[in-house]
T-cell receptor
Protein backbone atom coordinates (compact mmCIF):
# COMPACT_ATOMS: atom_id res chain seq x y z
CA UNK A 1 0.00 0.00 0.00
CA UNK A 2 0.94 3.65 -0.22
CA UNK A 3 1.18 4.25 3.50
CA UNK A 4 1.45 2.52 6.85
CA UNK A 5 -1.69 0.54 7.60
CA UNK A 6 -2.83 -0.44 11.07
CA UNK A 7 -5.65 -2.80 11.93
CA UNK A 8 -8.01 -2.71 13.62
CA UNK A 9 -8.58 1.04 13.88
CA UNK A 10 -10.52 0.52 17.10
CA UNK A 11 -10.49 -2.35 19.57
CA UNK A 12 -12.56 -2.71 22.71
CA UNK A 13 -11.66 -5.63 24.93
CA UNK A 14 -12.42 -6.83 28.42
CA UNK A 15 -9.86 -6.67 31.19
CA UNK A 16 -7.78 -9.84 31.22
CA UNK A 17 -8.21 -10.66 27.54
CA UNK A 18 -5.47 -11.05 24.93
CA UNK A 19 -5.24 -8.67 21.95
CA UNK A 20 -3.18 -8.44 18.79
CA UNK A 21 -2.56 -5.22 16.88
CA UNK A 22 -1.27 -5.40 13.32
CA UNK A 23 0.97 -3.03 11.36
CA UNK A 24 1.67 -3.14 7.61
CA UNK A 25 4.63 -0.82 6.93
CA UNK A 26 5.52 0.91 3.70
CA UNK A 27 7.00 -1.62 1.29
CA UNK A 28 10.79 -1.73 1.45
CA UNK A 29 11.06 0.05 4.81
CA UNK A 30 13.43 -1.87 7.04
CA UNK A 31 12.80 0.07 10.24
CA UNK A 32 9.51 -0.31 12.13
CA UNK A 33 8.49 1.36 15.36
CA UNK A 34 5.67 0.87 17.86
CA UNK A 35 4.59 3.73 20.09
CA UNK A 36 1.81 4.22 22.62
CA UNK A 37 0.11 7.59 22.93
CA UNK A 38 -2.19 8.89 25.61
CA UNK A 39 -4.53 11.80 24.91
CA UNK A 40 -2.64 15.06 24.39
CA UNK A 41 0.74 13.48 25.08
CA UNK A 42 3.71 12.68 22.89
CA UNK A 43 4.10 9.10 21.63
CA UNK A 44 5.89 6.84 24.09
CA UNK A 45 8.46 4.51 22.51
CA UNK A 46 7.75 0.80 22.90
CA UNK A 47 9.93 -1.17 20.47
CA UNK A 48 11.98 -0.70 17.32
CA UNK A 49 12.69 -3.33 14.65
CA UNK A 50 15.45 -3.25 12.09
CA UNK A 51 14.50 -6.01 9.70
CA UNK A 52 13.22 -9.04 11.58
CA UNK A 53 15.02 -8.37 14.83
CA UNK A 54 14.05 -6.11 17.70
CA UNK A 55 16.92 -3.60 17.80
CA UNK A 56 15.53 -1.99 20.96
CA UNK A 57 12.64 -3.22 23.09
CA UNK A 58 13.47 -1.12 26.13
CA UNK A 59 10.12 0.69 25.98
CA UNK A 60 7.92 -2.36 26.48
CA UNK A 61 6.36 -1.69 29.91
CA UNK A 62 6.33 -5.30 31.15
CA UNK A 63 6.30 -8.91 30.02
CA UNK A 64 2.62 -8.74 29.04
CA UNK A 65 3.72 -6.85 25.93
CA UNK A 66 5.44 -8.60 23.05
CA UNK A 67 5.99 -7.76 19.38
CA UNK A 68 7.13 -9.78 16.38
CA UNK A 69 8.12 -9.11 12.80
CA UNK A 70 8.90 -12.59 11.47
CA UNK A 71 9.47 -11.76 7.81
CA UNK A 72 10.78 -8.23 8.18
CA UNK A 73 7.56 -6.64 6.95
CA UNK A 74 4.26 -6.95 8.87
CA UNK A 75 4.51 -6.61 12.63
CA UNK A 76 2.13 -7.67 15.38
CA UNK A 77 2.01 -6.16 18.85
CA UNK A 78 0.61 -8.63 21.35
CA UNK A 79 -0.76 -7.74 24.76
CA UNK A 80 -1.64 -10.45 27.26
CA UNK A 81 -3.94 -10.13 30.28
CA UNK A 82 -4.94 -6.60 29.31
CA UNK A 83 -5.44 -4.00 32.01
CA UNK A 84 -7.45 -0.78 31.97
CA UNK A 85 -4.19 1.16 32.05
CA UNK A 86 -3.28 -0.31 28.66
CA UNK A 87 -6.00 1.81 27.05
CA UNK A 88 -4.33 4.19 24.59
CA UNK A 89 -3.71 4.75 20.89
CA UNK A 90 -1.01 2.42 19.61
CA UNK A 91 0.92 3.94 16.71
CA UNK A 92 3.12 2.16 14.23
CA UNK A 93 5.69 3.89 12.01
CA UNK A 94 8.18 2.78 9.40
CA UNK A 95 11.23 4.33 7.78
CA UNK A 96 14.05 3.39 5.44
CA UNK A 97 16.28 3.15 8.49
CA UNK A 98 19.05 5.08 6.77
CA UNK A 99 20.47 8.35 8.08
CA UNK A 100 17.98 10.86 9.43
CA UNK A 101 15.16 9.18 7.58
CA UNK A 102 11.55 10.29 7.95
CA UNK A 103 9.24 8.05 9.94
CA UNK A 104 5.83 7.58 8.35
CA UNK A 105 3.04 6.87 10.78
CA UNK A 106 -0.15 4.91 10.52
CA UNK A 107 -3.39 6.28 11.90
CA UNK A 108 -3.11 4.12 14.98
CA UNK A 109 -5.24 1.57 16.79
CA UNK A 110 -7.35 2.92 19.63
CA UNK A 111 -7.40 0.25 22.32
CA UNK A 112 -9.98 0.48 25.07
CA UNK A 113 -9.89 -2.01 27.92
CA UNK A 114 -13.14 -2.14 29.89
CA UNK B 1 16.74 7.47 29.63
CA UNK B 2 16.46 10.11 26.95
CA UNK B 3 13.84 12.70 27.72
CA UNK B 4 12.67 15.56 25.54
CA UNK B 5 10.76 18.25 27.38
CA UNK B 6 8.62 20.62 25.37
CA UNK B 7 7.35 23.98 26.51
CA UNK B 8 4.79 25.31 26.69
CA UNK B 9 2.51 22.30 26.98
CA UNK B 10 -0.45 24.29 25.73
CA UNK B 11 -0.69 27.56 23.87
CA UNK B 12 -3.83 29.45 22.89
CA UNK B 13 -3.32 32.52 20.70
CA UNK B 14 -5.12 34.78 18.26
CA UNK B 15 -4.62 34.64 14.51
CA UNK B 16 -1.68 36.78 13.43
CA UNK B 17 0.38 36.36 16.60
CA UNK B 18 3.87 34.89 16.69
CA UNK B 19 4.90 31.99 18.92
CA UNK B 20 7.88 29.83 19.83
CA UNK B 21 7.88 26.24 21.03
CA UNK B 22 10.92 24.82 22.79
CA UNK B 23 12.27 21.29 22.91
CA UNK B 24 15.01 20.57 25.46
CA UNK B 25 17.02 17.54 26.47
CA UNK B 26 20.14 16.62 28.39
CA UNK B 27 20.96 14.07 25.67
CA UNK B 28 22.73 14.64 22.37
CA UNK B 29 20.88 13.50 19.27
CA UNK B 30 22.19 12.72 15.81
CA UNK B 31 19.16 14.49 14.35
CA UNK B 32 15.98 16.11 15.54
CA UNK B 33 12.63 16.09 13.82
CA UNK B 34 9.48 18.13 14.27
CA UNK B 35 6.07 16.60 13.64
CA UNK B 36 2.54 17.94 13.61
CA UNK B 37 -0.38 15.74 14.59
CA UNK B 38 -4.09 16.28 14.13
CA UNK B 39 -6.82 14.42 16.04
CA UNK B 40 -7.29 10.83 14.88
CA UNK B 41 -4.18 10.90 12.73
CA UNK B 42 -0.58 9.86 13.11
CA UNK B 43 2.16 12.52 13.36
CA UNK B 44 3.37 14.00 10.06
CA UNK B 45 6.95 15.15 9.61
CA UNK B 46 7.54 18.90 9.19
CA UNK B 47 11.34 19.07 9.16
CA UNK B 48 14.56 17.28 10.08
CA UNK B 49 17.60 19.15 11.42
CA UNK B 50 20.95 17.42 11.58
CA UNK B 51 23.75 19.95 12.12
CA UNK B 52 24.28 21.85 15.37
CA UNK B 53 23.23 25.47 14.89
CA UNK B 54 21.22 24.63 11.78
CA UNK B 55 18.24 26.83 10.91
CA UNK B 56 15.54 25.72 8.49
CA UNK B 57 12.59 27.69 7.24
CA UNK B 58 9.33 26.25 5.95
CA UNK B 59 7.09 29.14 4.90
CA UNK B 60 6.05 30.79 8.19
CA UNK B 61 7.79 28.14 10.33
CA UNK B 62 11.43 28.49 11.42
CA UNK B 63 13.24 25.58 13.05
CA UNK B 64 16.55 25.79 14.88
CA UNK B 65 18.81 23.04 16.22
CA UNK B 66 20.97 23.98 19.18
CA UNK B 67 24.74 24.15 18.79
CA UNK B 68 25.20 21.18 21.13
CA UNK B 69 22.44 19.19 19.38
CA UNK B 70 20.49 18.88 22.63
CA UNK B 71 17.69 21.35 22.04
CA UNK B 72 15.56 22.86 19.32
CA UNK B 73 12.95 25.51 18.77
CA UNK B 74 10.05 26.05 16.42
CA UNK B 75 8.94 29.60 15.68
CA UNK B 76 5.69 30.35 13.85
CA UNK B 77 5.15 33.80 12.39
CA UNK B 78 1.64 35.21 11.92
CA UNK B 79 -0.12 32.06 13.12
CA UNK B 80 -3.26 30.95 11.32
CA UNK B 81 -6.16 28.74 12.48
CA UNK B 82 -4.83 26.02 10.17
CA UNK B 83 -1.71 25.82 12.34
CA UNK B 84 -3.79 24.37 15.18
CA UNK B 85 -2.57 20.95 16.26
CA UNK B 86 -0.18 18.99 18.46
CA UNK B 87 3.47 19.78 17.73
CA UNK B 88 6.00 17.11 18.62
CA UNK B 89 9.76 17.12 18.55
CA UNK B 90 11.59 13.80 18.23
CA UNK B 91 15.27 13.04 18.68
CA UNK B 92 17.02 10.26 16.83
CA UNK B 93 19.96 8.26 18.16
CA UNK B 94 22.59 6.64 16.02
CA UNK B 95 20.41 3.55 15.57
CA UNK B 96 17.45 5.62 14.42
CA UNK B 97 15.35 5.04 17.53
CA UNK B 98 13.05 8.04 17.70
CA UNK B 99 12.25 9.47 21.11
CA UNK B 100 9.37 11.94 21.17
CA UNK B 101 8.90 15.02 23.27
CA UNK B 102 6.00 15.67 25.60
CA UNK B 103 4.13 17.69 22.97
CA UNK B 104 2.79 21.22 22.62
CA UNK B 105 -0.88 21.68 21.85
CA UNK B 106 -1.46 24.85 19.83
CA UNK B 107 -4.86 26.49 19.36
CA UNK B 108 -5.09 29.46 17.00
CA UNK B 109 -8.38 31.30 17.13
CA UNK B 110 -9.69 33.48 14.28
Amino acid sequence: GAGVSQTPSNKVTEKGKYVELRCDPISGHTALYWYRQSLGQGPEFLIYFQGTGAADDSGLPNDRFFAVRPEGSVSTLKIQRTERGDSAVYLCASSTGQGASEAFFGQGTRLTVV
Amino acid sequence: TQLLEQSPQFLSIQEGENLTVYCNSSSVFSSLQWYRQEPGEGPVLLVTVVTGGEVKKLKRLTFQFGDARKDSSLHITAAQPGDTGLYLCAGATGFQKLVFGTGTRLLVSP
